[in-house]
Each structure stands twice: as C-alpha cells, then as structure tokens.
C-alpha cells in the first residue's frame, strides 16, 4: 500500500514506470500464443475438417429450428420467426460486441483505482489485477483480426435483410465475439480471486462470466453470423490466450 494522490489515477505510476515490462511480456505471450496455435492447426487443419463441417450442419439445424421451428423457408417473407427470442439473442450478441467490452476494458480498471484510492491510500496490487480483462481482451481482438485474414473462412450464407448480412465480407473464423467476451469475462473472477475477494463473490463472477460467454456463442449460431465451428474455435483460441495471460503477465504486472 502506497500513498497516492487523487490526481494520479490518470498516469499512475505503478503502471507507467513498468510500461515497457508489461508490454514486452504482453508481445512475448501474444507471440507464444499465435506459435501454439500454429502448431495446433498445422496438425489438426486436415483431421478437424469433416468432423467440423458435420458438427456445424447438425447444430445449424437445431438452431434454424429453434428460430422458425418446422418453418423452413428459405424466402424471409413466408418464415414465421419466434422474433421474442431474436431479440434476446440480439440483445447478447450486442452485449459482446466490441464497443462494450471496450468500454468495459477501460471501466473496470478506473473503478479499480478509485477503489484503491479511497482514504488516500493505494492498494497496488489490486488495481494492477484488474488490469487484467482488459489486456487480455486487447490481445484477443488482435488475435481475431490476425486469425480472420489467415484463415479466410466465408460466413454463413445470408439474405437480404437478415441480422448481420452486411458482414458477409468478414472473414468467419474464429468468431470474434465468441474470443474476445471468453477473454474478458474468464479474467473478471481471476482478478476478483487475485485481490482477494470472498470466495462467494468469485463463484458469483465466474457464474456470470460463463453464462454470458455462452449466451454471446448461441446467440453467434441462432442469427446465422457464424458456424458452430467458429464458435467452439474461439473459445478455445480464448482460452489458450487467457491461459497465456494468466501465466506470463501478473509477473510483469508485479502482483502479488
């Protein structure tokens, strides 16, 4: 614990003095991370095709059905849409989208050092734990970028008029709502746990965080923006970084 002023959680200097630390071990895990998965998919691209392309055409199915249930038609004006549950799954697609989550990488933080302020005194390794979601976060919108343009994977077929047909010239895989909402929700209870927070509170959190990273998947699937496939690589793509994170930058971050 540390005296601080109230002036200085615009450049506080835990965090600017050690700067370069914390982003040359952000570079090196975000590197060792795209080399894993390197490996991985060198080794996998060729095996996990059919069985992925199965596992997508059953679950696209289920979803279709769930959407417009024996209603299969592929004219939008004759389909009979369960419209209440598009909207609730708008509403989670929406809720990891990245505007959100970048306001959420910037709030979460901000909180945390006024929080380790209160009384004038600064608790360092609390809000340095919380910077957490939000690198991780960064790190994985890097790596949907980067994994998009490698992979070049066309969207599901989209008409006219439905929810995300503009984004038919984005590459689909991995699915970057999928790998960046893993990211950020799979750090929230890690940095609750790390400043020590009642183990109820980190249940509590990790509940959540699960819940709305698998709402923000399904959600992916039933509006027809990705394969179930794009969905289940991301969150596996997310929780190789997130491990990565976990592992390399508390050190940088000098928690603990």
């Not at 059919?50 to 024996?70: C, M, N, P, V, W």
């Amino acid at each position: 614990m540390l005296a601080f002023s109230r002036a200085d959680w615009l450049f506080p200097p835990f965090l600017w003095g050690n700067i370069g630390a914390v982003l040359g071990v952000f570079a090196f895990s975000w590197l060792v991370t795209c080399g894993l998965l390197a490996l991985f998919f060198r080794g996998a691209k060729t095996r996990w095709r059919e069985k992925a392309r199965y596992f997508d055409q059953i679950l696209r199915a289920k979803a279709h059905r769930l959407r417009f249930g024996s209603h299969e038609h592929e004219d939008v004006a004759l389909r009979r849409e369960r419209v209440w549950l598009t909207w609730f799954f708008r509403f989670w697609t929406n809720f990891a989208s990245a505007p959100v989550l970048c306001i959420g990488s910037l709030l979460v933080p901000f909180m945390a050092f006024r929080h380790s302020m209160s009384g004038g005194v600064f608790e360092r390794d609390y809000a340095a734990s919380w910077l957490l979601p939000g690198l991780c976060y960064a790190g994985a919108m890097l790596l949907s970028f980067v994994l998009k343009r490698v992979f070049r994977r066309r969207r599901p077929p989209l008409q006219k008029g439905d929810f995300g047909y503009k984004l038919t010239k984005d590459p689909s895989f991995p699915s970057g709502h999928s790998l960046t909402s893993f990211c950020f929700w799979a750090m929230v209870p890690v940095a609750a746990h790390l400043t020590a927070s009642p183990p109820n509170t980190v249940l509590k959190l990790a509940l959540m965080g699960a819940a709305i990273v698998l709402l923000t998947g399904l959600s992916r699937i039933y509006l027809r923006v990705h394969f179930p496939s794009d969905v289940a690589g991301g969150f596996l793509i997310g929780a190789l970084w997130a491990g990565v994170c976990l592992c390399l930058l508390p050190a940088a971050l000098h928690i603990g």
